[in-house]
């Protein structure tokens, strides 16, 4: 795949994502107390409200930053905030790990599996550009000079 169909993809991708992402964290900051949370001995305790809410705007800087570095062709740079961005979705399998999630409503469920399988198929783009990011750099490109 070229670099660009590959930021094409990858644009695509994570303006979907975002956009899930959205809708789950508002969901889950907005509606705490409809979500099941685990029991109080529970190995990993229920992240706050507040951390959920936090925790979305850490997730998107580091996808926002893995977007620029991309644009600058800092492919594995890009590769690795991307994962880190990933993370964002891949973080609501957790959701599934507490007694009673699966009888969540259905678009609850709908937007949190979304939610996951985007954070699978960031990953999955992150991993394939780290893997492929020689031929992602056009030989003899150079970034441009920085203003002094």
């Known amino acids: 795949m070229s670099y660009l169909r590959a930021t094409r993809v990858l644009c695509w991708l994570l303006g979907v994502a975002v956009l899930v992402s959205v809708v789950h964290y508002v969901d889950n900051y907005v509606n705490y107390d409809d979500y099941p949370l685990p029991a109080e001995d529970a190995t990993i305790p229920a992240p706050s409200a507040a951390l959920v809410g936090a925790a979305w705007f850490l997730f998107t800087a580091l ?42 409503v259905w678009w609850r469920q709908a937007h949190v599996v979304a939610d996951i399988v985007l954070g699978a198929a960031v990953l999955g783009f992150a991993l394939w550009a780290a893997r492929n990011s020689s031929e992602l750099i056009p030989p003899g490109w150079k970034p441009p000079p920085r203003d002094a």
């Open 63 to 104: 996808g926002g930053i893995g977007l620029l570095m991309w644009f600058r062709r800092h492919i594995t740079t890009a590769a690795i905030f991307l994962t880190g961005y990933s993370l964002s979705g891949l973080v609501g399998i957790l959701h599934y790990t507490v007694p009673g999630a699966t009888d969540m």
